[in-house]
């Protein structure tokens, strides 16, 4: 079974830049599509960024252009560099996890249902 751990989520102030790490243990996360959904207080979860593992990415309308997401494999660990950070960036941050086919429609992968993995989160504060 795959399992999910996160961590770098702190305080940071607007304009500043994060790391978030997120290092997968279990089973190898190959073939796995890896992604990124935060929760703000009082807010749904939110599609951040998925990377496939044909290594395709794809972000929100929100963090395009901002927040990178990227992968080592020998590592089993994901990352989301996230840049130009704002007050309504401020959330609650998982990681979560998909088994990644071909034929799968990639719109799929931007809606928590498709994900069965997930980890516990780590909290991004950003101060104005």
């Known amino acids: 079974q795959l399992q999910l751990v996160e961590s770098g989520g702190r305080l940071v102030r607007a304009g500043g830049s994060l790391r978030l790490s997120c290092v997968a243990s279990?089973?190898?996360?190959?073939?796995?599509?890896m992604a990124w959904f935060r929760q703000a207080p009082g807010k749904e979860r939110e599609f951040v960024t998925v990377l496939r593992w044909s290594g395709a990415s794809y972000y929100g309308d929100s963090v395009k252009g901002r927040f990178i997401i990227s992968r080592v494999n020998a590592m089993n660990t994901v990352y989301l560099q996230m840049n130009n950070l704002k007050p309504e960036d401020t959330a609650l941050y998982f990681c979560?996890?998909?088994?990644?086919?071909?034929?799968?429609?990639?719109?799929?992968?931007?809606?928590?249902?498709?994900?069965?993995?997930w980890g516990q989160g780590t909290q991004v504060t950003v101060s104005s």
């Open positions: 979560a996890a998909a088994r990644d086919y071909e034929s799968n429609n990639t719109d799929s992968y931007f809606f928590e249902p498709s994900y069965n993995v």
């Open positions: 279990g089973r190898t996360f190959r073939h796995y599509a």
